[in-house]
T-cell receptor, first 113, second 116 residues
C-alpha cells in the first residue's frame, strides 16, 4: 500500500458542484499539504497543516477549503467547482523535523465541465 | 518570498549523452533545495536534496546536483542519460525559518525527452 493515498484518482464533475478530495497517510508525519499542478505552472501550494489544530493558506487558497480530520487525514474541498479548477491535485506529507523531504501521493486528476 | 526558476521548459537529449537541468532560486538565507522527478501518470519522487555541508550531492538513479551559493543555483546533472529518464523534473526550495523546510516552493518544471 502507498504511504500517501489520494482518493479518487480521477474525477469529472460539473460546474457548481461540491467535491471533496481525500488524502490519508501511514507515514506518521505531522505536516500535510495540498498542491495543484497545471501545465507550465509547476506545483502551487493551496493549503497546509502542521497538526490537527493548525491550518494555513497557501498561495492559491481562494475557492478551496480543507479539513484535517486526524493526523493521518487531510481533505480538500471545492465548495462550488469551476472549470479553471481543472488540474492535477497532489497531497504531500512531511515530518516536522529538520532535514526532511516531502512525500507525495499519486495525484487526483480533476476535470470540471 | 522564496521562488524558483527553471529556465528550460523542454530539453531533448540522446540516450547516452550528458544532461544538465538548470535551477535558480531566490531566498534570503541558505535554503533547503530539492529535485523531484515525475514520470507520466505518477506522483513526485525525490531525486536528491541539499540541506548543508558538501555542495555536491548525490541522488538516486545516478543523478547529482551542485549547490552554488554565488550563483543561487542548484543544477541537476547526469553523465549518461537512459531512455527511462524521460520525465518531468522539478526543482524546489524549502524555507528554513523554523529550522525545518516547513513548505516547498516549486519551479515550473523541465520536461526531458530522450531520443534513442
Amino acid at each position: 500500500d502507498a504511504d500517501v493515498t489520494q482518493t479518487p484518482r480521477n474525477r469529472i464533475t460539473k460546474t457548481g458542484k461540491r467535491i471533496m478530495l481525500e488524502c490519508s497517510q501511514t507515514k506518521g508525519h505531522d505536516r500535510m499539504y495540498w498542491y495543484r499542478q497545471d501545465p507550465g505552472l509547476g506545483l502551487r501550494l493551496i493549503y497546509y497543516s502542521f497538526d490537527v489544530k493548525d491550518i494555513n493558506k497557501g498561495e492559491i487558497s481562494d475557492g478551496y477549503s480543507v479539513s484535517r480530520q486526524a493526523q493521518a487525514k487531510f481533505s480538500l474541498s471545492l465548495e462550488s467547482a469551476i472549470p479553471n479548477q481543472t488540474a492535477l491535485y497532489f497531497c504531500a506529507t512531511m515530518r516536522g523535523r529538520a532535514n526532511t523531504e516531502a512525500f507525495f501521493g499519486q495525484g487526483t486528476r480533476l476535470t470540471v465541465v | 518570498a522564496q521562488s524558483v526558476t527553471q529556465p528550460d521548459i523542454h530539453i531533448t537529449v540522446s540516450e547516452g549523452a550528458s544532461l544538465e537541468l538548470r535551477c535558480n532560486y531566490s531566498y534570503g538565507a541558505t535554503p533547503y533545495l530539492f529535485w523531484y522527478v515525475q514520470s507520466p501518470g505518477q506522483g513526485l519522487q525525490l531525486l536528491l536534496k541539499y540541506f548543508s555541508g558538501d555542495t555536491l550531492v548525490q541522488g538516486i538513479k545516478g543523478f547529482e546536483a551542485e549547490f552554488k551559493r554565488s550563483q543561487s543555483s542548484f543544477n541537476l546533472r547526469k553523465p549518461s542519460v537512459h531512455w527511462s529518464d524521460a520525465a518531468e523534473y522539478f526543482c524546489a526550495v524549502g524555507d528554513t525559518g523554523t529550522g525545518t523546510a516547513s513548505k516547498l516552493t516549486f519551479g515550473t518544471g523541465t520536461r526531458l525527452q530522450v531520443t534513442l
